[in-house]
């Protein structure tokens, strides 16, 4: 067997009246992600880990973010496409490893449903995936609420 480990990270600007996607879900919050498709930082981090560990470049790479045709896209849709490209070069996810830095809104409560969309859409166990989450002690840009980041590696292989 062969096996690859990937890296990824992301960050979106929070702004006020936009809807706040994280791990494939909705989050009741004042403040939502700004981006060119629906700026769900955690499937972001997720992609890149995904294609570094397929040595298939970035997500901005596949998904152009001055291209029309993802101008709001659902992240989970650049999710499954991230995963169809992985397998072309023949390989599944093995458990992916995650961490949202926010200071607010706490996300705790939504973390089992964000697993439960995220192992939905890449036909995974759920207790594949970890998601984590910290705030940054009210220190940078997490912590002044302007912004969201998220860390995540996988683990990939093939046969």
């Known amino acids: 067997m062969t096996f690859r480990t990937g890296f990824g990270f992301d960050v ?11 791990g494939g879900i909705k989050i009741p919050h004042h403040k939502g992600a700004v981006g060119h498709s629906d700026a769900d930082v955690l499937i972001h981090a997720i992609c890149d880990a995904l ?5 298939m470049r970035d997500i901005g790479f596949h ?4 291209s029309q045709e993802f101008k709001g896209i659902d992240s989970k849709i650049l999710l499954k496409r991230t995963i169809d490209l992985i397998a072309t070069k023949g390989y599944v996810i093995g458990n992916i490893d995650s961490t949202i830095c926010l200071q607010q809104p706490k996300i705790a409560p939504y973390i089992d449903e964000m697993r439960n969309a995220l192992a ?3 036909a995974i166990d759920s207790d594949a995936i970890s998601i984590k989450a910290t705030t940054t002690e009210r220190l940078g840009f997490e912590g002044r609420e302007e912004g969201v ?8 292989y093939k046969n």
Request: aromatic share 12%; charged share 15%; proline share 0%.
């Open 51 to 55: 294609l570094g560990a397929a040595n």
């Open 149 to 156: 980041s998220a860390y995540a590696v996988v683990l990939i």
């Open 12 to 22: 979106h600007k929070l702004e006020s009246n936009i809807d706040f996607w994280l």
């Open 63 to 66: 998904f152009s973010d001055t």
């Open 120 to 122: 939905s859409v890449a």
